[in-house]
């Protein structure tokens, strides 16, 4: 599969979509919103609303359903690829951890993405939507 879609923009922040029902998914959006000092990140579930006005339906292949990020120029990133871009948009250090990321080859770094995703739902715990503050409760769509 090619991991890039194209689709128009809705604004100029990365959108970041992640399985809702995943433990794992849902802390690390938790984790995303604790760091992203320049709001630069978005949250939505990739079940939700958002996610179907993208197009982004449950016959994507299963191991992109963990998360996918829309960029402000309408790329749909999934797989390590949405992780780099991710840390990206964080301030430093997680800028610069991605950036030595990205200097690891696309396949292995998806080999590594693949195999977290197929365990990723034997992580104990509830999944449950970060919590956001009054100031974050713009940033999580539906």
Do not use: F
Not at 96 to 124: D, E, F, K, Q, T
Request: net charge positive.
């Amino acid at each position: 599969m090619n991991n890039r879609h194209t689709i128009s923009p809705l604004d100029d922040t990365l959108l970041v979509l992640i399985d809702g029902d995943c433990v794992l998914c849902t802390g690390a959006a938790r984790w995303m919103l604790d760091r992203d000092r320049h709001r630069r990140l978005r949250i939505a579930p990739l079940g939700g609303t958002t996610a179907r006005q993208l197009g982004l339906t449950p016959d994507t292949p299963p191991e992109t359903w963990s998360m996918l990020v829309r960029t402000s120029t309408g790329e749909i990133l999934d797989r390590s690829d949405a992780v780099v871009a991710i840390g990206r948009a964080l301030p430093a250090p997680w800028s610069w951890l991605a950036a030595a990321g990205s200097a690891i080859p696309g396949p292995l770094r998806n080999a590594i993405y693949r195999l977290i995703a197929r365990y990723r739902r034997h992580v104990p715990g509830k999944a449950a939507c970060p919590m956001p503050g009054d100031d974050d409760r713009a940033r999580i769509l539906p």
